[in-house]
């Protein structure tokens, strides 16, 4: 009988924290948007992004953010949920797993991808074999020199064209390189679909191209 009463409690205080806003209870004084700082450890910014707009039963959408952050990293950064209370967020903390709400703030805007000024990082290196010697001298050509910045996989597209061998056509100037890497039929892609939107692009493109090399003013 306590475990059900225990459960019944829980169930229904989840019900109270997710339940929707009423409609016309927003006060006018108060911004539209509740900004606050996301904590997250060991998951991704859609996969937190997705969590809280289930707890609070509205669209992802409507959860704005400048960038996304790693899974694998403890992270900061700010986001603005559009017409949900501190009170209610802040009460999320208590059903959350591995992030946190904090720092809220009532604005008149969301935010926009791209808008931060930049991020800041602290790396720990861990399991770190060798004297205490060499780590100093490491740590010193880092300092001087830096390192080689190798970008991850998703940097270089997800398509069968690599997003590179576009980025070097353009720096070649070879534009009609760029528009059959991007344009022509790849393999096991949809033929006729792919022919129905390129066919008259390229026919028209192929004209341009007889009469002289586009210029970039073309492409933009």
């Known amino acids: 009988m306590f475990l059900f009463l225990l459960l019944f409690f829980f169930l229904f205080s989840l019900k109270l924290l997710t339940q929707a806003p009423r409609k016309h209870s927003w006060p006018k004084s108060r911004g539209s948007f509740c900004h606050c700082v996301l904590y997250k450890e060991n998951k991704d910014t ?75 990082f602290t790396v720990v290196i861990r399991n770190i074999s060798g004297s205490d010697q060499q780590v100093e001298q490491a740590m010193t050509s880092l300092r001087d020199t830096g390192f080689i910045n190798y970008y991850g996989m998703q940097r270089f597209g997800t398509t069968a064209v690599p997003t590179y061998q576009v980025g070097r056509a353009i720096l070649q100037n070879s534009w009609k390189e760029v528009m059959d890497l991007i344009l022509k039929p790849r393999p096991g892609g949809s033929l006729f679909a792919v022919i129905g939107f390129t066919a008259p692009f390229m026919s028209t493109f192929n004209i341009l191209f007889s009469a002289g090399s586009p210029s970039l003013h073309f492409l933009c």
């Open 46 to 120: 859609m996969d937190a992004i997705n969590v809280l707009s289930k707890f609070l039963r509205v669209k992802p959408n409507l959860i704005s953010y400048m960038g996304t952050k790693d899974k694998r990293a403890i992270t900061v950064q700010e986001i603005a949920v559009l017409k949900i209370s501190a009170q209610r967020l802040s009460h999320l903390n208590k059903c959350l797993m591995n992030f946190k709400l904090g720092n809220f703030s009532y604005k008149k805007h969301p935010l926009k991808l791209g808008e931060l000024q930049g991020n800041h």
